[in-house]
């Protein structure tokens, strides 16, 4: 009778189809993070575009229409619009729904990869008599 022997360890076989397998998986990970990397730069920047609206929202009392300043905007957003939406413009709509009560929207526009963005945001105001 012959004996039969005891493998110890894989095979060569075995540890190059192992090591196949994980630089494929190493290699879809390394495509996939450049992606991530403009996803998570575009969230921010929308981020940042969304607090700058709701700041220009609440900052002015008097409510007119047009461009409007972001110098200054910066200080109440953490890192601010400088390194978010360095290029970035606002404009300010109103138009009266009824006597006495106006729709104030607020719009920001930024460029992203070369895409134009935009965000909206709308509040109504009791307009204020003098």
């Known amino acids: 009778m012959v004996g039969r022997r005891r493998s110890r360890g894989f095979s060569v076989m075995e540890s190059t189809i192992a090591l196949a397998v994980i630089s494929m998986l190493a290699g879809a990970t390394f495509v996939s993070e450049p992606s991530a990397l403009r996803f998570v730069g575009n ?17 002015d ?21 400088g390194e978010g939406l360095a290029d970035a413009s606002a404009e300010r709509t109103v138009h009266e729904r009824e006597p ?26 009791a307009e204020e008599t003098r």
Do not use: K
């Open 61 to 81: 009392d008097v409510v007119t229409p047009g461009e409007i300043d972001l110098t200054g905007l910066g200080e109440g957003l953490g890192e601010g619009l």
């Open 100 to 125: 006495g009560l106006l729709e104030v929207t607020v719009t920001v526009r930024w460029q992203d990869a070369n895409t134009p963005r935009s965000i909206s945001l709308t509040t109504l105001r």
């Open 43 to 59: 969230a921010y920047r929308e981020t940042v575009a969304q607090r700058a609206a709701s700041a220009l929202l609440e900052r």
